[in-house]
């Protein structure tokens, strides 16, 4: 339907220069390319099944087209559905990062992507700060070192280090708030250099919300199926915490053997916020634990092929794990366990 | 090389379609285990793609496996490809390329060294769990070839854990035998990024960065490797060991 709609308008919209976009690099014929609606949502593509094929990387040189009898035309059909750009973000130790956690970014894209609401734009690995004084926990530096040399090959992932630069240790839900914020600055200043007239924009946020609502940008944690489980032990997150969370979106990687369905259905928050909840399963079982690669590393073993191999270099000069690396913080106990019950100071 | 260790060759025959990371990660596995014995000096690793004969389904041109081969290994000091078995025309029985592995690791070692005095290094024949399996089907190998590859050669074979491969090992008379000349190395990870696994992803268009290498999804990209129709691809045709040895049975000695 959607398509038919677009040959019926076509002759029109030839006449706005669609026709000198090249579509062809994108793998579509001009009859059937997507028509930009606003900078941040675009037409659901009836040719492509993943939008990120039929993404143009420079938005702001595609033709702004929106005609009010295009509109009307293609609303009345129930294909009209925008994506929505999203960002990925995983807290954790990385200690070290390990291919698995960058096999979890990949499964997550595929995943989203393939509901053909999201398009992901961007991950982020945010390793946490000393100050969480896990047992065994190196030095920050190290780690974020080790976790940009693992996404040198990555196109899209990236490491901020704004919660490793903490003295203390910040909570999670903090971390996804600061980074949410910085999100939405960069979101108000491209819309600053924006050429498309503001009263054309706002005239049309205002006619179709869904719209205005594509353009917001999301941020979901990326976890795996131990964090979800997390959610529900007593001291260890706050109980608003968890809301906020999952009221981002969470996408949590499950493996086999593992029930994740269950700990939403047995939280009322996480069920409340199930929506919010996207449960991707892993089919091939993928165990690399960073628990398994210092064991290995500290015994002398080879830990090729589980981590980039800039990383296992990296750890050889570094002379980073060792029997000694793995007491650090042996007696003292976890921040948020301190920080949250009477074991610590307050 | 360490005073009084024989020195070892690990030779894994498969197909290789296409060489994943867990592959590598055997001969990892393998050679941290075989050094723990302090009996041994892994020297060399070989790959050894098996050939198109072989007519497994969804196999690609050994021409493409090997290339995929060489840049997965382009980084490893120490595994090399050997396109002697992917030459052939035929299927070779996997003692058959033992045979020549060791006529030619022979002769690396001794170049490698220039030094005839020390002991010949050893081939032994690198495997995963599900290869042991093979052996416990009857009819499936000729007892005398299995017979040679324990007796003469031997085994390493890395298993995810479970006591199957514990159990071909006690069940097989050959391989009882020859026990001193299997070992088995317990892989605590379970990491099955498998052959198969890979080319679904890849054919329904998923993302399978970071289970094989960088270079490699670049290759299988740019020549379209993996797709529905290279799957269907020797579809109903009996394996070629199957057909040539006139037996029943399943597949038998590859790491797929």
Known sequence: MLCQCLVNVMPMLCQCDLMNVPWDGFGLTPAFAPVFLYKRAFLKCPLSKRGRRCFVPEERDCIFIFSSVFASACCSQSSLEYEMEV????????????????????????????????????????????????????????????????????????????????????????????????????????????????????????????????????????????????????????????????????????????????????????????????????????????????????????????????????????????????????????????????AGPS | MAAGRIPLVLLACGSFNPITNQHMRLFELARDHMHSTGNYQVVKGIVSPVSDGYGKQGLVSAEHRNAMAKLALQTSDWITIDEWESDQPDWTETVVTMRCGTIRSNNCVTHLNERRSGPSPQLKLLCGADFLEGFRVPGMWRPEDLEELAGAYGLVCVSRGGLQPERAAHESDALWRHRRNVFLVREWVHNEASATEVRRALRRGLSAKYLLPDDVIDYIGRHALYTDASESKNQGTPLRPLAKQYQPGGTGGSLA
Not at chain 1, 113 to 125: A, C, L, M, P
Not at chain 1, 177 to 187: G, N, P, T, V, Y
Not at chain 1, 280 to 300: D, Q
Not at chain 1, 311 to 319: A, G
């Open chain 1, 87 to 342: 960002v990925l973000i995983a807290c954790g130790s990385f200690n070290p990062i390990t291919n698995m956690h960058l096999r979890m970014f990949e499964l997550a894209r595929d995943h989203l992507e393939d509901t053909e609401k999201y398009r992901v734009v961007r991950g982020i690995i945010s390793p946490v700060g000393d100050g969480y004084r896990k047992k065994g926990l190196i030095e920050a530096r190290h780690r974020v070192e080790m976790a940009r040399l693992a996404t040198k090959t990555s196109d899209w992932i990236e490491v901020d280090t704004w919660e490793s630069l903490q003295p203390d240790w910040v909570e999670t839900a903090k971390v996804v708030r600061h980074h949410f914020e910085e999100l939405k600055a960069a979101q108000r200043d491209e819309d600053e250099d924006d050429t498309v007239s503001y009263g054309k924009k706002r005239r049309m946020e205002e006619e179709y919300p869904s719209i205005n609502e594509a353009k917001h940008p999301k941020l979901f944690l990326l976890c795996g199926a131990d964090v979800l489980e997390s959610f529900g032990i007593p001291n260890l997150w706050k109980p608003e915490d968890v809301e906020e969370l999952v009221g981002h979106g969470v996408v949590c990687i499950t493996r086999g053997g593992s029930d994740p369905e269950k700990f939403v259905h047995q939280s009322d928050v996480l069920w409340r916020h199930r929506r919010g909840i996207h449960l991707v399963r892993e089919w091939v079982t993928n165990e690399i634990s960073a628990t398994h690669v210092r064991r290995s590393l500290r015994r002398g073993r080879s830990v090729r092929y589980l981590l980039p191999d800039a990383v296992v270099t990296y750890v050889k000069e570094e002379r980073l794990y060792s029997a000694q690396s793995e007491q650090k913080n042996a007696d003292v106990v976890l921040a948020p366990l301190a920080r949250y019950t009477d």
